[in-house]
């Protein structure tokens, strides 16, 4: 079992963003408008947060993100890879792109690494994405939202929820784990990003993927019975 060292009390008074510590970020669009409206939308806003994670910058990022969209692929220098993780501030973990918005998993590394890593994701993506649909103003509905993870059940059930968020959309109630625009299928076959997408905290707890699998099937996180009123499930 992963000991992130907090307890459930502890994550109440967590207010702040800390090396060594778990969050579970979200953010919609404002008026909880879509800020994806297609494939490209999606994979340029995945290509941000794989690569941010380090100090980088991202050289021709329209032919990047044409090549994911036929071939499912980024296909970016390596040996750029490797710095982003020997340099990164933060650690990716698991995500999930809804329609109008988006969840992730992070691990802070060193201080400020989440919130430099969200603030240059969201400016990089509102420009992109007001240039293509000629619009202006914020995309986002303020700053992006966190809820500390105080404990190894808490970051369990929180990859869960996120890897079934899509189960709302229709046509993927039961295939959350094809859902082509979540970290879901890296934690059951091979990652396809590599050490861009830190799976071990919790890959590590279960023997097999289908154990993981079956775990998440299981948790009851996005039944339709279920309302989760606590702010971390709130999107």
């Not at 995945?46 to 071939?71: A, C, K, M």
């Amino acid at each position: 079992m992963l000991n992130i060292g907090c307890s459930t009390d502890t994550m109440k008074r967590v207010q702040t963003l800390a090396p060594g510590e778990f969050y579970h970020i979200y953010n919609r669009g404002v008026l909880k408008r879509k800020i994806f409206l297609d494939d490209r939308d999606r994979a340029r806003f995945l290509l941000s947060l794989l690569y941010f994670q380090g100090p980088e910058t991202i050289d021709n990022p329209g032919r990047l993100v044409t090549r994911y969209v036929e071939h499912r692929m980024f296909n970016t220098d390596r040996a750029m890879e490797e710095k982003i993780t020997r340099e990164r501030g933060l650690r990716l973990i698991a995500f999930a792109l809804m329609p109008n918005h988006f969840h992730l998993i992070a691990e802070e590394v060193k201080e400020g690494g989440i919130s430099k890593y969200m603030q240059r994701v969201g400016n990089s993506y509102t420009k992109y994405f007001n240039t293509k649909y000629q619009a202006s103003g914020y995309l986002f509905q303020g700053a992006f939202k966190f809820s500390h993870i105080g404990d190894n059940e808490q970051l369990l059930y929180a990859s869960a929820y996120i890897h079934r968020n899509c189960c709302e959309l229709t046509g993927w109630r039961n295939k959350a784990h094809e859902y082509p625009w979540s970290s879901y299928q890296d934690f059951l076959s091979k990652n396809r990003w590599s050490n861009l997408l830190h799976t071990e905290p919790i890959r590590e707890q279960f023997a097999k993927s289908d154990d993981y699998h079956e775990w998440v099937q299981t948790s009851g996180a996005k039944d339709l019975a279920e309302i989760v009123e606590h702010p971390m499930f709130n999107s």
